[in-house]
């Protein structure tokens, strides 16, 4: 199967042509081939192989990295979690995974060393650091030695585990969302065509690798052999000279990170010439950032709405101006419709729960066929976001179902609040939620990232005077330093109502 020939392949006809760049070391796919061969011999002397799950609690490094190409050509199953997990949160996902292994680093050992003898499936020799040794934790596998032979790939079909990927957690307790060789394929063809990759292209991904959108570029960078660039973490300065520095093509950022760019005077096609995308992934941009994204970088910005589960829509850089509102159209081989609460097809322009179908879908989360099969009814992906479709089949996000104020009996969309509140001049950033209300039932709130001086009594009357009905209209404006984010840089709504709530 072709992803695990990429690596040789490339290693064989490009040896010299950077595959990966992380802060200062640039790594040759012949070098990658070399070190991720090791890695699979070491491994496999663990008694390791094809498709047994290995849970990666790092930091942005090589290592994560070394460990997806090693998945790729020997068959292992990666498990990202994030570092920011603890306690019981940690232990039920390493063992719901059936991780028989970990890779963590040792700022990570104090949280480990708690929970340790609850990780049932990993073997008390199987916990290794990426940045040196502990008590009870080995040291990564050295991938500067040599292997005594040539490593052959494994026999895999399209059907063997790739990786599972938890979900982001926004709403509720994380689900482990399947991909298989055969779906990473197609993440790595599709997305190639779809954002023009080429295999002289420089990708740079700046945010945690635990995040699928990581894998927009990634997978496409294994295929065709380009350049891959890591970045430690999202810094918004940083990450412009790293762009100038290594002529970056692609980028993929989530809408909180575009904000930040977007406060640089430095971002624009006369600082970094060689961008040739800049797409947004992860929740919604709101049109305000849209449009300055477009002035600052004409015909570069792309937008992708989607589900780790597998259903995708994506606004090209090429699409009419007056549909920069939308999040785009589905690709080839993929499908959309909008039903209603029954599974029916609602009319041109009417709101309804969003469900597609395409190459990426899911065989289902790991060992839970029920909610498979809550997720998955009829091979339509149900992805509890609510939209509407214009007459062009271009997609318009309303809201997710469970963020949906309802007031004095009305449906309220947080989304259509925000749009308006960010056109404020003294606005960075919204979120709007729902808070209990004595008469109404909910009224909306909203939390305010603010760039100036300026009193939020004084934004919520603006919003006020400009809402257009009655029940839209705003309670409470608040403002704060930042928002919670989960570990894919997306706004936790739920924290931010939770802590409102708390007082």
Not at 213 to 235: H, I, N, Q, S, W
Request: proline fraction near 7%; charge should be negative.
């Amino acid at each position: 199967m072709p992803l695990n020939t990429l690596l040789d392949r490339h290693s064989a006809y490009r040896p010299d042509h950077p595959a990966l760049v992380f802060n200062e070391q640039q790594v040759s796919w012949a070098e990658l081939r070399h070190r991720v061969d090791s890695l699979i011999h070491q491994l496999r002397g663990e008694g390791l192989g094809v498709g047994d799950k290995v849970a990666l609690i790092v930091d942005n490094c090589l290592e994560v990295l070394e460990m997806y190409h090693a998945a790729a050509k020997a068959g292992f199953v990666v498990v990202p979690l994030s570092p920011m997990l603890r306690g019981s949160g940690l232990t039920t996902l390493v063992n719901d995974s059936d991780a028989v292994a970990v890779v963590t680093m040792r700022r990570m050992v104090e949280h480990l060393e708690p929970v340790r003898a609850d990780l049932v499936n990993v073997a008390g020799d199987r916990f290794f650091l990426v940045d040196g040794e502990a008590d009870g934790y080995r040291r990564y596998p050295d991938t500067s030695v040599e292997p005594p032979e040539p490593v052959r790939a494994a026999d895999l079909t399209d059907d063997d585990l790739y990786n599972i990927i938890y979900s982001s957690g926004t709403t509720g307790l994380p689900k482990g969302i399947v991909h298989t060789h055969g779906i990473r394929e197609a993440y790595a063809t599709g997305h190639a065509v779809g954002c023009r990759i080429h295999p002289e292209s420089v990708a740079v991904h700046s945010g945690s690798l635990v995040f699928n959108g990581a894998f927009l570029t990634l997978m496409p960078a294994m295929y065709l052999g380009c350049t891959f660039v890591l970045m430690e973490a999202f810094d918004a300065a940083g990450l412009i000279d790293v762009m100038i520095s290594n002529d970056v093509t692609h980028a993929v950022l989530v809408p909180s990170q575009i904000i930040q760019l977007l406060a640089d005077n430095r971002f624009d096609e006369d600082h970094i010439p060689s961008l040739e995308m800049v797409l947004t992934v992860g929740a919604p941009l709101h049109l305000e950032h849209k449009e300055e994204l477009v002035r600052r970088m004409p015909e570069r910005f792309y937008e992708l709405y989607g589900l780790t589960e597998g259903l995708c829509t994506v606004l090209d850089r090429d699409a009419p101006h007056s549909k920069l509102g939308s999040v785009g159209v589905p690709p080839p081989l993929y499908e959309l419709r909008i039903v209603d609460d029954d599974g029916n097809d609602v009319p041109v322009g009417e709101v309804g729960e969003i469900v597609g179908r395409g190459p990426v879908l899911m065989p289902g989360y790991y060992k839970r066929p029920d909610l498979t099969a809550e997720a998955i009814r009829n091979g339509w992906l149900h992805s509890g976001d609510l939209g509407r479709v214009d007459e062009d089949g271009y997609l318009y996000l309303v809201d997710r179902k469970k963020d949906m104020i309802i007031s004095g009996g009305v449906n309220v969309y947080p989304r259509d609040i925000e749009e308006l509140v960010v056109g404020h001049p003294s606005v960075r950033d919204v979120a709007v939620f729902g808070a209990p209300h004595p008469q109404w039932g909910e009224q909306p709130v909203a939390a305010v990232v603010l760039d100036g001086p300026v009193d939020p009594e004084e934004v919520r009357s603006w919003v006020n005077e400009r809402v257009e009905a009655r029940y839209q209209k705003v309670g409470v404006v608040y403002a704060v330093d930042a928002f919670p984010v989960n570990v894919a840089g997306k706004t936790l709504r739920r924290v931010l109502r939770e802590d409102y709530l708390a007082g």
